[in-house]
T-cell receptor
Framework: EADIYQTPRYLVIGTGKKITLECSQT?????MYWYQQDPGMELHLIHY???????EKGDLSSESTVSRIRTEHFPLTLESARPSHTSQYLC???????????FGPGTRLTVL | RKEVEQDPGPFNVPEGATVAFNCTYS??????FFWYRQDCRKEPKLLMS???SGNEDGRFTAQLNRASQYISLLIRDSKLSDSATYLC???????????FGKGTSLLVTP
């Protein structure tokens, strides 16, 4: 089993609130990723990191931001949540090639 | 045009049946290919890689046709526990992202 964790698993929050989705992995992976997945739709990469202090935006534009201060930790922040942010957010980490990606259980976010 | 296209299904098959899923990809520079499995409301999990020569893992067989840009997954002797969505995934060597298909839904019934 992959050792990658996400909290909270479920979050229901009102519009305008600031939220941080946590992601941690204990595998020592340098590469980490955030994906967004709407029901019945494909996963889209929104952020990735190749290591500490390295973050890049993914293919899908997102109003969220990320930070990578420690190897094991890759939190995602929404400064002001909106209903359009309602989705499932999946964190992943990978081996150095980036091919073998292990996913966390996801955070299902609902913004009212 | 989407990078990865899959028949969304659902495929409803009885236990013990053989079922095949297909996937096409648009980027001829794609170099790495995978099938992931995603259970309802869960995270995707790597099922198997797909190699040019074809590969088998128990009841699962994956095939790649680079000329047609086509990938397949065959499941033999379906089990109830095989019910899930199967995601076709491709990657180019130069890119950083895995490109996921929407997935094909499989329901195996008693």
């Amino acid at each position: 089993e992959a050792d990658i964790y996400q909290t909270p698993r479920y979050l229901v929050i009102g519009t305008g609130k600031k939220i941080t989705l946590e992601c941690s992995q204990t595998m020592g992976h340098d590469k980490m990723y955030w994906y967004q997945q709407d029901p019945g739709m494909e996963l889209h990469l929104i952020h990735y990191s190749y290591g500490v202090n390295s973050t890049e935006k993914g293919d899908l534009s997102s109003e969220s931001t990320v930070s990578r201060i420690r190897t094991e930790h890759f939190p995602l922040t929404l400064e002001s949540a909106r209903p359009s942010h309602t989705s499932q957010y999946l964190c992943a980490s990978s081996d150095p090639t980036g091919l073998w990606q292990f996913f966390g259980p996801g955070t299902r976010l609902t913004v009212l | 045009r989407k990078e990865v296209e899959q028949d969304p299904g659902p495929f409803n098959v009885p236990e013990g049946a053989t079922v095949a899923f297909n996937c096409t990809y648009s980027n001829s520079a794609s170099q790495s290919f995978f099938w992931y499995r995603q259970d309802c409301r869960k995270e995707p999990k790597l099922l198997m890689s797909v190699y040019s020569s074809g590969n088998e893992d128990g009841r699962f067989t994956a095939q790649l046709n680079r000329a047609s840009q086509y990938i397949s997954l065959l499941i033999r002797d379906s089990k109830l526990s095989d019910s899930a969505t199967y995601l076709c995934v491709v990657k180019t060597n130069s890119g950083y992202a895995l490109n996921f298909g929407k997935g094909t839904s499989l329901l195996v019934t008693p």
